[in-house]
């Protein structure tokens, strides 16, 4: 039976998570606004990349009409430094468009509509959040780098869900096990090399949406106490101990089921698994 005391400490934390939570929701508000902001100037960068690359067609018809009056060594010089420019121009559009996508999933998943379900790329969005939880991770743990393995079902046509549930239960996956991995470079050989598979496959009617790890794995204890609200094994400040309860009830809701298995010290494979639903 809990003590007295061991009850004011739950209380004590439960206090401390709600003000978490209450931070990060208002974060989560600040950061759609400025999103959002940041998609117009964004949208700018591309639109004159496209223009810039017009121009530079129509300069290069300009110089061709002309190239008899240029000296054949400064001919060269143009030339190299135009497709240079286009190149860079390229890499502008490129990245500027890969910026609009993620900036695109980050409002969908801060502002959709509670329970409204769309049909959606999965492995697109797999692959989106994956990466988005591999820099952030890079952002907040200094020198962090791991290998992604990744592997998705092909002619997968669009499945129905809620996206910004599914991204979420996906990030929270997907962090433990960056985190998982941090953790154990910390302590192994310099023989480690941090791993994280990312699959995706679909058998019958239903689809599978894999993440597996190479990093410490979990005890008896922690596997118990998996899905219980407010348990975590990180330091305080890294973790709230809801990501875990968070995305069964997001799976649960998709009337999926999470399977998962970990040995310690060799790893963790979850897998979020919910029906193949076209509407």
């Not at 400490?9 to 974060?27: G, I, M």
């Not at 692959?127 to 997968?156: D, K, P, Q």
């Not at 910004?164 to 929270?172: E, G, M």
Request: aromatic fraction near 6%; charge should be negative.
């Amino acid at each position: 039976m809990e003590t007295v005391e061991e009850l004011k400490q739950q209380l004590q934390n439960l206090q401390d998570q709600l003000k978490k939570q209450e931070k990060l929701s208002s974060l989560g508000l600040l950061t759609a606004g400025i999103v959002h902001e940041i998609r117009n100037p964004l949208n700018f960068v591309i639109n004159f990349s496209k223009l810039s690359d017009t121009l530079l067609n129509d300069l290069n018809d300009d110089i061709e009409d002309n190239i008899d009056k240029i000296p054949e060594d400064d001919a060269d010089d143009i030339n190299d430094i135009m497709s240079d420019l286009r190149e860079n121009l390229a890499k502008i559009k490129e990245h500027g468009e890969r910026a609009t996508s993620i900036i695109q999933n980050i409002l969908q998943y801060s502002r959709g509509k509670e329970g409204e379900r769309i049909p959606s790329d999965i492995n697109a969005l797999v692959h989106e959040y994956v990466w988005l939880g591999y820099h952030a991770m890079r952002a907040n743990y200094n020198g962090f780098n791991a290998t992604i393995n990744e592997h998705y079902v092909e002619g997968l046509s669009p499945i129905a869900v809620v996206p910004q549930d599914i991204s979420r239960a996906i990030l929270n996956i997907v962090n433990n096990a960056f985190y998982a991995i941090w953790e154990r470079s910390n302590t192994d050989c310099e023989d480690y090399k941090p791993t994280i598979d990312i699959i995706t496959s679909a058998e019958g009617e239903e689809l599978s949406i894999t993440i597996a790890d190479n990093g410490n794995g979990m005890t008896d204890e922690v596997k118990a106490k998996l899905y219980d609200n407010f348990f975590t094994t990180k330091p305080v400040g890294h973790g709230t101990g809801l990501g875990m309860s968070i995305t069964r009830n997001i799976i649960d809701q998709h009337h999926g089921r999470i399977e998962f298995s970990s040995v310690e010290h060799e790893g963790t494979r979850f897998s979020l698994i919910i029906p193949i639903a076209k509407k």
